[in-house]
């Protein structure tokens, strides 16, 4: 997929451990990680916003795009 989340980065950078950083913003461990990794198709504006009000960041600072052509060609699909 080309979106990509580029929280652990920031995190990182941030000097803070995960689990900390869940509770901040009031989402389970399992919730944080499922993110962190990529595997989930979608967040509310809500969560990434106490994302970024944590982290003191903007949302492109969690996440990254790379170009597919194929994005651009593919009828949208409901999901």
Do not use: H, N
């Amino acid at each position: 997929m080309p979106v990509r989340v580029t929280l652990d980065a920031l995190i990182v950078r941030k000097g803070l451990k995960a689990r900390d950083l869940a509770a901040t913003v009031g989402l389970s461990e399992t919730q944080l990680s499922l993110f962190r990794s990529g595997k989930i198709k979608g967040i509310r504006f809500r969560t990434l916003a106490r994302l970024c009000a944590a982290l003191e960041c903007r949302p492109g600072d969690l996440l990254d795009y790379d170009l597919d052509p194929a994005d651009l060609s593919a009828p949208d699909e409901p999901e």
